[in-house]
């Protein structure tokens, strides 16, 4: 049986890049890194709204205790009325991933 070898050229847009799976992995890990989402925020990533959030995730004991930055977490509880709930995205999408049949099976 005989091979022969075919080479084949593919052009890339100029507005295209072509990225090994490694790289593009790596690049999506890091969409988070940095970025801090408000209680909006989290309800456009849940779907739900900011009570039942509170209610499910961020109030439950079990929760609270790995959430809470004076726990060493990374959500900031609001200590006064008008304070915004601060959540590093990137930590807060880990963990709803990790705990998701816990939070949404209750």
């Given at each position: 049986?005989?091979?022969?070898?075919?080479?084949?050229?593919?052009?890339?847009?100029?507005?295209?890049?072509?990225?090994?799976?490694?790289?593009?992995?790596?690049?999506?890990?890091?969409?988070?890194?940095g970025v801090y989402w408000s209680m909006k925020d989290l309800e456009a990533r849940t779907n739900k709204k900011s009570e039942w959030i509170k209610e499910n995730i961020l109030y439950p004991s079990e929760f609270k205790g790995i959430l809470d930055v004076e726990n060493?977490?990374?959500?900031?509880?609001?200590?006064?009325k008008g304070e915004k709930w601060v959540f590093h995205a990137q930590k807060m999408a880990d963990f709803l991933d990790e705990y998701f049949h816990q939070i949404f099976n209750n």
């Open positions: 049986m005989q091979r022969f070898a075919i080479e084949v050229q593919v052009p890339i847009p100029e507005d295209k890049v072509l990225l090994s799976r490694a790289d593009f992995e790596e690049l999506k890990g890091k969409e988070l890194s060493g977490g990374f959500v900031y509880y609001p200590k006064v």
